[in-house]
């Protein structure tokens, strides 16, 4: 272990950014779930004897879903997506979790630490939305009407997602300030979880092992390098001196509350020096709003953060394209794109769109999880471990998945199909982040509430017990193949020639029906008995009204922009 770094007692305004301590954002956006029965009014005096109760069930303190289903008295449907939401969300990729296959998962189950801090954190609220300066401007985006009106006081997505432009959505340091003084509010309550009580001394005399207090990893992080960076072990003064051969003397439980609290302390005075000159003066360019693109947008559009995700934001009437070496760290957010196609060709770890209508857009390889949310009239195309689709409307899903796709919220008309398109590094990508071709659940949606109890709104009595509304599965007969353009021309790097996941019998059914009455219509036109002025009236007859077509879907925009290239 690295010496460690004590907390600077300096300023923290020249604080070194690689000395802060920063949230994990991953299990706040990425693992909270809308189960009733996981949000604890006093989550300590229910986990603790809960924690017992599942180390009960293993000498190896791993739960699978049935101990999970058993001491949480939930469905063992239920029990599995925590298990698998646990795993997408986990920090160390050396967990034996993360490298079990599918089949073999509840063999290895969770550790019990890591559960009883996931389980915790379901208490979180999301930090609100500001209030819209112009109300009315969004009044009319959309219909008021909804299957629970008069329910139901959330915003449909077009609405929620207009007046939560980038102005009035949280900025990334206020989320993390946010979830920072959850962490600080709740930090002895979450300490606590991790401690034992020394042998004869009684309840007081908490300590933490080193082993316990690397679990703290899954809600902090040190560094600049988004959750990529180092660990709470490299900078702890606590087991500094260990010898490697001996186990490290546990700590007072008090004295790592009061270390890590210091820290916090000194993260939110550091974001609090950093918001406030923008509040006071004109915004720095990393924060301004990013401008909508009238013409075909180059790969180098969109705001990149190297501690945070690659931002791709206010796209309208364009097409972009973005490959690994475009984009910084492995998490990506495309936000508020309209009427667009955008295409993500990159291994990622976490994707999140968020506020689109009337586009379509590419998910490379996404091996942790991906969050589609607030969207109208989207199509998304992605392969994942999982994917979580939340308040969208009239949008498609095409989808390579290895575990159940989740609907949650207030959904209407959504449709779901297999996977449909491939690039040439798609299956390197794939197996860069752990996707199994093999396995494509994308016709197993599972519904959870329409009411998420994480956001900060009031909910009538009674409303939290409605299901959303699921996908329904796309008619094989309006099933096609998406074609990637190739940007580079000649041949497609990469070796995937195809798509890696096997379509089902009858949507191959449908697609080689379709192949068939395309060659007989061609057939038919090259032997119609017409004379050669009707032949080329006819002809065009079809080019016109192609083009026609191109301009009213909006695909002749990517012909500009192939040409532009």
Sequence with gaps: MSDPIEPSTSSSSTKDPALLIHPRREPFEHGLLPIPKL??????????????????????????????????????????????TLASVLPSESDPLLKSKPDVVDEVGADVNDLVLFLYIQSYKKLLPRTHKDSAAVADVWPSTSAFDGYLSALSPLQLVRSNSRRFVPSQADEEAHQLSYLQKHLANIVSLLAEPVEGEGEESLVLTMEKFEHLGFLFYFGDKGSEGYHLGQYAPFFANSDPDMPAVPVPAAQVHDWVLQ???????????????????????????????????????????????????????????????????????????????????????????????????????????????????????????????????????????????????????????????????????????????????????????VVDPHDSLSHPAGVSDAQAESGSHLDPEQFTNFLIPNWYGGESEGSTKDNPFPLPDIYVASQHRNQNNLGEVKQLLREAPLEENKKRELSTALHVYFKDWLYASGNIRQLYCLQGE
């Excluded at 017992?52 to 939930?74: G, M, P, W």
């Excluded at 009238?294 to 490959?323: H, M, Y």
């Excluded at 999880?369 to 979580?388: F, G, L, S």
Aim: net charge neutral; proline share 5%.
């Design 263 to 449: 820290n916090i302390v000194s993260s939110l005075e550091n974001i609090s020096e950093r918001i406030s000159p923008k509040e006071n003066g004109p915004p720095s360019s990393s924060d301004q709003d990013v401008p909508m693109a009238d013409a075909c947008t180059s790969t180098n559009k969109g705001s990149i953060n190297v501690r945070g995700p690659s931002f791709i934001e206010g796209i309208s009437k364009s097409s972009l394209i973005k490959q690994a070496s475009d984009l910084k760290g492995s998490s990506v957010k495309v936000l508020n794109c309209h009427d667009s196609v955008i295409y993500i060709l990159a291994p990622l770890r976490y994707a999140t769109v968020y506020g689109c209508s009337d586009a379509t857009i590419v998910l490379g390889a996404v091996g942790k999880a991906v969050r589609i949310e607030h969207c109208e009239r989207v199509h998304v195309i992605t392969a994942a471990k999982r994917i979580c689709i939340a308040n969208c409307r009239e949008c498609m899903f095409f989808l390579g998945v290895n575990q159940r796709p989740l609907i949650v919220g207030d959904n209407h008309k959504l449709q779901v199909a297999p996977y449909n398109t491939f690039y040439g590094q798609l299956e390197e990508h794939m197996n860069e982040v752990g996707i199994d071709a093999t396995v494509n659940r994308w016709n197993e949606p599972l519904a959870l509430g």
């Design 39 to 84: 949000i604890f009014t006093d989550p300590t005096q229910t986990l603790i004897p809960l924690k017992q109760k599942l180390i009960e069930q293993s000498s190896s303190h791993r739960v699978n879903s049935a101990a999970i289903s058993e001491v949480l008295q939930i469905s063992i449907d239920h029990a599995r997506l925590v298990l698998d």
